[in-house]
């Protein structure tokens, strides 16, 4: 297909690399796996090292926009028309609830339809803005089903529903060496209880008894994090947690390789919940065996018994159970592992992306 026949999507994005989470994963992983469209990105611009973005920006040829600064959300929802203009779009892909409003605006001055994005947590917090994205998008994508759920009954069309999950980068190499000391890894920003750290403290002496040289590594940094640091130092575990900040992707994926068990049990916290939990999948393309939390999009990424272990998030005896018997039993734990590799490929990125356009090329055409 020659360029100039390529539809034109413009993504409109509040969260985009070089920042770290989940939106900022998934749109990025959209837009670098892409080949039948062609894409612009508008964002803001991040309050991050300015090499950072520079790095992003050039990877992608010009194809991305920034507007002002992280705080300047507005900005994305005033009307864009010029860009919109210049670019001669097709389709537009509005990744948050909070960029809808935009998204609207320019279908309604150019009739150029537009695709939302859904996220469970997100939505919760917007219900009012879920309803006006929902009955103003001319297709949804939600992430999980119960994300999908959750959009139904604020009102979605279910024709205009469509699950598609987020992507995961697969590994260049399957060469690991675990650690020789039985190692349980965490990955997420310490910033939301619900992601079920403080469970994993309240296991972690349970653990202990039956695994004592064990090791758990918190990946991730944020407000969190010395509260953290303080409950385990008063149950007298320093010795076996290493709380290791922000870490590269480099450092994440070497922890990930080393360790035997990757654990997050996520619970619902003040109406926040997993959209879907792509860490899970990540840490499955390692070979992890995983233990999640029973709840939310947990239950679309990890399989029960299959992949991993699907736990009650707030029963710390289940969850210290689960993680030691995965640490003792090694023909368990890499059968497990094995399967969520093996699926995880079913979510690799260039098959996700695929996906995604081609919900954008038949909006288009519409």
Not at 95 to 118: E, G, K, M
Not at 126 to 131: A, E, F, I, V, W
Not at 278 to 301: Q, T
Request: a positive charge.
């Amino acid at each position: 297909m020659q360029e100039s026949k390529r539809p034109r999507v413009l993504v409109l994005t509040p969260d985009f690399p070089p920042s770290h989470g989940g939106i900022q994963r998934l749109v990025h992983g959209l837009v670098r796996n892409w080949s039948r469209v062609e894409s612009r990105v508008v964002t803001p611009r991040q309050s991050v090292d300015e090499d950072g973005l520079d790095s992003i920006d050039v990877r992608h040829s010009g194809r991305i926009g920034r507007l002002g600064h992280r705080a300047a959300i507005a900005r994305l929802n005033a009307p864009r028309l010029s860009e919109a203009r210049r670019f001669c779009l097709n389709v537009l892909l509005s990744s948050h609830i909070v960029t809808s409003p935009a998204a609207w605006l320019i279908d309604r001055a150019q009739r150029t339809p537009f695709v939302q994005y859904l996220h469970a947590r997100e939505m919760a917090e917007r219900p009012h803005l879920t309803r006006f994205a929902l009955s103003r998008a001319s297709a949804a994508v939600a992430v999980s089903r119960f994300t999908q759920d959750l959009a139904r009954s604020y009102g979605a069309e279910p024709s205009r529903l469509h699950r598609i999950p987020p992507g995961v980068d697969m590994p260049r190499t399957a060469l690991r060496e675990r650690a020789r000391r039985p190692t349980v890894v965490t990955v997420s920003r310490l910033e939301s209880r619900y992601k079920g750290h403080d469970a994993m403290i309240r296991a972690l002496p349970g653990i202990r008894e039956r695994v004592p040289d064990v090791l758990w590594l918190v990946l991730g940094d944020g407000p969190l994090r010395s509260e953290f640091q303080q409950s385990i130092h008063e149950v007298g575990l320093d010795a076996h947690v290493r709380f290791l900040g922000s870490v590269t992707d480099h450092e994440r994926d070497a922890c990930l390789d080393q360790a035997h068990v990757f654990a997050m049990p996520s619970r619902v916290v003040e109406r926040k919940k997993e959209s879907f939990g792509i860490v899970y999948l990540e840490a499955a393309s390692h070979g992890l065996p995983v233990v999640a939390g029973n709840v939310g999009g947990a239950l679309d990424a990890v399989i029960d018994g299959e992949t991993g272990k699907l736990v009650e998030p707030t029963d710390y005896v289940s969850l210290a159970d689960s993680i030691s018997e995965l640490l003792l039993d090694k023909h368990r734990a890499e059968t497990l592992g094995r399967a969520g590799e093996g699926r995880a490929r079913e979510f690799a990125w260039p098959r996700i992306a695929r996906r995604v356009e081609d919900l954008l090329m038949e909006v288009a055409k519409r």
